[in-house]
């Protein structure tokens, strides 16, 4: 699976969603004057070097200074300003926590924090600049919503929504090019997962950069056997989307969860919980990455080497519906 080509014709490749978001903000700070995009040296990872030649005046580069970025963010924000915190979420995440828990979360100051370059995107850098963390860590916060879009419409819709969402807000944006996942399905709304492709047979719940190669694996469940899986983006990791969870629950087929995340605490472990909690006893399982530092790779060798590709989830998805048979 290559993040940055297509490996099928029925679909479209886009952009990095990171280079949406700095776009979509772009065009909408040319007439909001209150947007500000706070940095830690991160504007060129960011793609926001031509926001900041275009609005000078609605930049601040604290440097690499993660606690400070958020603190000054938060001010910011308590003053009316529409702020955008913008930084490597692996650092965002782990250095700034504290500031996130206190200064933005506890006092409702509506910071959108972004963290970019998120998952296993810094690739052979390795464990020190992923963040594997960060839904888990984030999840355990109140007053925070959390965001990981899969394609490029998800990502202008989350910054559309963001400019004036007015409570804490976390966004997670990966590196790669990526498709457009269903040109047919326009709708986004913050906390309802998004359906990518039709089906009766089982369910994958995807998030983020994930959401493709699930894609792929429910393409290729129907054309090779003649299954048909429902994908899911879950765009939205908190608040779940519990009504379409219900509703899966209900219908008693499988349920697989993809993320490019720990195991542990991120969007499978919440799916688990709110189904078990509430009586449903489907079929379950989970890929992310396991309890242990990744191996050292790209970050398509380490999806492959963690069976977060279309094969592995392929593969997952035949073993859960034989075993159900």
Same mark, same amino acid.
């Given at each position: 699976?290559?993040?940055?080509?297509?490996?099928?014709? =029925?679909?479209?490749?886009?952009?990095?969603?990171?280079?949406?978001?700095?776009?979509?903000?772009?065009?909408?700070?040319?007439?909001?004057?209150?947007?500000? /995009?706070?940095?830690?040296?991160?504007?060129? @990872? #960011?793609?926001?070097?031509?926001?900041?030649?275009?609005?000078?005046?609605?930049?601040?580069?604290?440097?690499?200074?993660?606690?400070?970025?958020?603190?000054?963010?938060? #001010?910011?924000?308590?003053?009316?300003?529409?702020?955008?915190?913008?930084?490597?979420?692996?650092?965002?995440?782990?250095?700034?926590?504290?500031?996130?828990?206190?200064?933005?979360?506890?006092?409702?100051?509506?910071?959108?924090?972004?963290? &970019?370059?998120?998952?296993?995107?810094?690739?052979?850098?390795?464990?020190?600049?992923?963040?594997?963390?960060?839904?888990?860590?984030?999840?355990?916060?109140?007053? %925070?919503? %959390?965001?990981?879009?899969?394609?490029?419409?998800?990502?202008?819709?989350?910054?559309?929504?963001? /400019?004036?969402?007015? @409570?804490?807000?976390?966004?997670?944006?990966?590196?790669?090019?990526?498709?457009?996942?269903?040109?047919?399905?326009?709708?986004?709304?913050?906390?309802?997962?998004? $359906? $990518?492709?039709?089906?009766?047979?089982?369910?994958?719940?995807?998030?983020?950069?994930?959401?493709?190669?699930?894609?792929?694996?429910?393409?290729?469940?129907?054309?090779?056997?003649?299954? =048909?899986?429902?994908?899911?983006?879950?765009?939205?990791?908190?608040?779940?989307? %519990?009504?379409?969870?219900?509703?899966?629950?209900?219908?008693?087929?499988? &349920?697989?969860?993809?993320?490019?995340?720990? $195991?542990?605490?991120?969007?499978?472990?919440?799916?688990?919980?709110?189904?078990?909690?509430?009586?449903?006893?489907?079929?379950? @399982?989970?890929?992310?990455?396991?309890?242990?530092?990744?191996?050292?790779?790209?970050?398509?060798? &380490?999806?492959?080497?963690?069976?977060?590709?279309?094969?592995? &989830?392929?593969?997952?998805?035949?073993?859960?519906?034989? @075993?159900?048979?």
């Amino acid at each position: 699976m290559e993040l940055d080509r297509i490996e099928d014709n =029925r679909l479209k490749l886009g952009k990095a969603n990171q280079i949406v978001f700095a776009e979509t903000l772009e065009r909408l700070a040319a007439n909001d004057k209150a947007i500000v /995009v706070v940095t830690s040296d991160s504007r060129g @990872s #960011g793609k926001l070097v031509p926001f900041g030649e275009k609005y000078p005046q609605q930049m601040v580069e604290v440097g690499i200074a993660e606690q400070n970025l958020v603190g000054v963010s938060a #001010g910011l924000a308590s003053a009316g300003k529409k702020t955008f915190a913008v930084s490597p979420a692996c650092f965002l995440s782990a250095r700034a926590l504290e500031q996130i828990k206190n200064d933005v979360a506890y006092s409702n100051n509506p910071v959108v924090l972004v963290g &970019i370059s998120a998952g296993v995107s810094y690739g052979a850098l390795g464990t020190t600049h992923h963040s594997l963390h960060d839904f888990a860590a984030l999840r355990a916060i109140n007053n %925070i919503t %959390i965001i990981a879009p899969a394609d490029n419409f998800e990502t202008e819709q989350v910054v559309l929504n963001a /400019v004036n969402f007015g @409570s804490p807000l976390y966004i997670r944006l990966g590196k790669k090019n990526m498709p457009s996942l269903n040109e047919e399905n326009k709708n986004f709304e913050i906390g309802k997962g998004r $359906v $990518v492709k039709e089906g009766n047979d089982l369910t994958i719940i995807a998030t983020g950069e994930t959401v493709y190669p699930a894609w792929l694996a429910a393409q290729k469940l129907e054309d090779q056997d003649g299954l =048909r899986a429902k994908v899911v983006s879950m765009h939205t990791i908190k608040p779940l989307d %519990i009504r379409l969870l219900d509703e899966l629950g209900e219908e008693g087929k499988p &349920i697989l969860t993809v993320e490019e995340h720990m $195991v542990h605490g991120g969007l499978g472990e919440a799916c688990a919980s709110y189904l078990l909690q509430n009586g449903f006893n489907n079929p379950f @399982s989970l890929i992310g990455i396991p309890d242990e530092y990744t191996v050292t790779g790209s970050q398509l060798e &380490i999806f492959n080497h963690y069976g977060i590709s279309g094969e592995g &989830i392929y593969a997952k998805c035949r073993k859960m519906l034989l @075993s159900t048979q």
